[in-house]
């Protein structure tokens, strides 16, 4: 079993390190504060090649695999887990669903701009009343010739506003049937789809979602992804995934947490020691640093799987539900070590402790993880 670190992941590593110092940390808690999607960020991190991570060297992408791409959310993720998520569902919820099931019109035309981030990606799959129970949703569309007119609405999408190209699921079929679903991608100005409101949230303020709403939105036969009555399936496929970038996300958090925690463990004194010293404290850290370290292990057996060619369901589902427990896990106990000042802005334990949350309820919340797990195990 392979566990090195490869020259690749040291580069990507490094070179997010550095970008961050620069690009990131100067403004996060400004975004934050203001709920500001830094598009400028996305665009260079376009130019580094990071918005297209696994698309192909061809469509103007940096034909990587799934263990580089980890790599790269888990870093961005201990500097801000807001970047990370936008990262993340840019690179593997839209283009990762036109590189997988698009046809080679399609790729040749959305990839090379999403691979740059000349285009900004977002993908519709939640509705405001079907959020793990996807088979339900209401969002419609109806042929009318050679086009489709969609209806209906879309909510908590990551880019749902400043996305140039959406990919949606939609249903063309009977509510709860599983090939009852299709999926288009529709560009930002097509009439009838616009944005509706943005969520005021907890954490991860700096990465945007909204709703998206269609109203009578005519969409060209051509930009169907597949055909009729795949888009379910597919959607699943490409949330396997998902998952595992929401793993890397969980992973960077956790990582991030405990570092801020370590160093100010071995600052802060109390009784003329540094509070490290104390086995309350120590043992908290032990307790992360194993948890974190299980939490990557899973990760990148997800990852490696992933680049191979193997069924993953099963092992990005324990990936995400284990690493995204183990982020919150670590982000409560860093707010502890810090104590007070973990209760303020002036230090990043609370950020952590807020972005961390969402790590166990976005691309399937943990109730549902365990639902895959166990019908996985139990076939």
Not at 127 to 141: H, L, Q
Request: charged share 20%; net charge negative.
């Amino acid at each position: 079993m392979e566990l090195r670190t490869t020259e690749n992941q040291r580069m990507i590593a490094d070179m997010i390190r550095d970008f961050g110092a620069k690009h990131i940390k100067p403004k996060m808690m400004e975004w934050d504060e203001s709920q500001e999607f830094p598009i400028e960020v996305f665009k260079e991190l376009g130019k580094l090649g990071l918005m297209g991570v696994l698309v192909p060297t061809e469509y103007g992408g940096s034909g990587f695999g799934y263990l580089e791409y980890v790599t790269a959310i888990a870093e961005l993720s201990k500097i801000d887990g807001s970047i990370g998520l936008s990262m993340a569902a840019h690179n593997s919820l839209c283009t990762g669903h036109i590189l997988q099931f698009g046809n080679e019109e399609q790729k040749g035309k959305y990839l090379p701009k999403l691979a740059t981030a000349e285009w900004i990606g977002a993908w519709g799959l939640t509705e405001p009343n079907t959020g793990s129970d996807a088979g339900n949703m209401r969002t419609v569309a109806v042929q009318d010739g050679d086009h489709w007119v969609i209806n209906g609405a879309k909510n908590f999408i990551t880019h749902g506003k400043s996305g140039n190209v959406a990919v949606v699921i939609v249903r063309t079929g009977e509510v709860g049937d599983s090939h009852g679903m299709t999926t288009f991608v529709v560009e930002r100005g097509t009439p009838g789809f616009s944005a509706g409101r943005k969520e005021d949230k907890l954490g991860m303020r700096a990465s945007e979602t909204t709703e998206m709403i269609f109203e009578d939105c005519r969409v060209h036969q051509s930009q169907m992804l597949g055909n009729v009555g795949e888009g379910f399936i597919q959607a699943m496929k490409v949330l396997d995934g998902g998952r595992i970038s929401i793993a890397a996300l969980s992973l960077g958090i956790a990582q991030g947490a405990f570092d801020a925690a370590l160093a100010y463990s071995q600052e802060r004194n109390q009784f003329n020691k540094p509070i490290s010293s104390f086995q309350g404290i120590s043992f908290k850290l032990a307790d992360m640093a194993t948890e974190i370290e299980a939490a990557s292990l899973l990760t990148y057996q997800a990852a490696d799987m992933k680049n191979r060619g193997l069924n993953v369901t099963k092992e990005s589902a324990m990936a995400k539900y284990y690493a995204s427990e183990v982020a919150v896990r670590a982000a409560t106990e860093g707010v502890q070590i810090f104590g007070g000042y973990g209760f303020t802005k002036d230090y990043p334990a609370e950020k952590y402790y807020r972005d961390a949350k969402l790590c166990t309820i976005g691309e399937g919340t943990s109730e549902i993880q365990k639902l895959v797990i166990a019908r996985a195990i139990l076939k």
